[in-house]
C-alpha cells in the first residue's frame, strides 16, 4: 500500500502490507542499538580527532551529532525491522514543499522570538537588546545543528515511535502519550518544571503530527525552539513562571502554524 493510501499518519505502519504485530517493536529496539552504537562512533570519533566532547568547545557539537545520529538511526530500523516504504515514517499523501517547510519554520521562529522577548522585556524587566542580541557569527552552524538535531528527534518519537505505539495499542491517542513520555524521559529533566516543559512540547509536536499528517511541521517548530534556546538569552529565570513563558511560545507558534499552513492539514483533521 502506498503512502497515500494510509488512512492516518499514526496508522500508517500498520496499514503496510507486510504488518505484524511484532514490526513495530523490533523497530523499537532497532532504532535504540543503532542510536547508541552511532553515539559511541561519534564520541570516538572526535576522540581520534584529537577532541574532548566533554569540553566546553566541542560539548554542544557532540550534543547535537548525537541527536541527529537518529536520523539514520530511524530510517535503518524503519527499512530492515519494519520492511515498509522510508517515506511512511515521514507522513501520509502529498509531501510539503521544502519552501514550505522552510517557511513554518521562519514563522514559528518569528513568533518564539516575540513571545519570548515581550515577555521577557515586559514581565521580567530584561531588555531587547538582550533579547534579540543572540544572532552571532555561529548562526549558519548553529542552524545548520538545530535542524539535524530536530529532524532526528521527530524521526524517532514523532515519527517512528508514535507509529509503533499507535500500532500497538492501536489508539493513536495512546501512542502520542507513550512516545511523548518516552521523549521527556530521554531529555532527563531536572525539575518539575522541566518535566512540563518538555511534556507540554512533545504534546504539542505529536498533535501538529496528527495534524498536517507528517512530522514536517512539527520538525519546523522543533527546529525553531532549538534555534531560539541555542541562541539568545532572555533574561527569565529557571522558574515556574519560565516554564509558563516557554509554553506560551510553543503554543502561540504551534496555533500560528495550524491556522497558516491549514490548507496542508490532513482531510478531516480540522473537523474531527
Known amino acids: ?32 542499538v543503532i542510536t547508541v552504537a552511532l553515539v559511541f562512533a561519534v564520541g570516538y570519533a572526535m576522540m581520534w580527532a584529537g577532541a574532548d566532547p566533554s569540553s566546553d568547545q566541542y560539548g554542544e557539537l557532540f550534543l547535537y551529532l548525537t541527536v541527529a545520529v537518529e536520523v539514520p538511526a530511524a ?35 518569528a513568533v518564539m ?36 538535531a530536530a529532524l532526528g528527534e521527530e524521526l524517532a518519537f514523532r515519527g517512528l515511535a508514535f507509529q509503533a505505539f499507535s500500532a500497538l495499542t492501536k489508539r ?37 503530527a496528527w495534524y498536517f499528517g507528517g512530522i514536517a511541521f512539527p520538525f519546523a517548530a522543533h527546529a525553531a525552539w532549538n ?17 509558563l513563558t516557554q509554553f506560551a511560545a510553543s503554543a502561540a507558534a504551534v496555533a500560528v502554524l495550524a491556522y497558516a499552513f491549514r490548507g496542508a492539514a490532513r482531510p478531516g483533521a480540522s473537523k474531527s
Not at 503512502?3 to 517493536?25: C, E, K, M
Request: hydrophobic residues 50%; aromatic residues 12%; contains cysteine.
Open 1 to 32: 500500500m502506498s503512502p497515500i493510501d494510509v488512512p492516518s499518519f499514526p496508522l500508517g505502519s500498520r496499514h503496510q502490507l507486510n504488518y505484524a504485530w511484532w514490526r513495530p517493536v523490533l523497530e523499537i529496539i532497532t532504532l535504540l
Open 75 to 109: 530510517l535503518i530500523a524503519v527499512k530492515l525491522a519494519g520492511r515498509r516504504p522510508l517515506d511512511t515514517v515521514f507522513g501520509t499523501g502529498p509531501a510539503p514543499k521544502l519552501w514550505t517547510v522552510l517557511l513554518a519554520y521562519l514563522v514559528a521562529l
Open 113 to 148: 522570538f516575540m513571545v519570548l522577548g515581550l515577555i521577557s522585556v515586559y514581565a521580567y524587566g530584561s531588555s531587547w537588546d538582550r533579547s534579540v542580541g543572540g544572532v552571532t557569527r555561529t548562526f549558519p552552524l548553529t542552524v545548520v545543528l538545530v535542524m539535524c
Open 172 to 208: 493513536p491517542l495512546l501512542g502520542a502519550l507513550i512516545s511523548t513520555l518516552l521523549f521527556v524521559a530521554v531529555h532527563l529533566p531536572g525539575s518539575a518544571a522541566e518535566f512540563a516543559h518538555y511534556l507540554v512540547d512533545g504534546a504539542l509536536y505529536s498533535w501538529l
Open 227 to 243: 534555534t531560539v534556546v541555542d541562541m539568545q538569552d532572555y533574561g527569565i529565570p529557571g522558574s515556574f513562571g519560565a516554564m
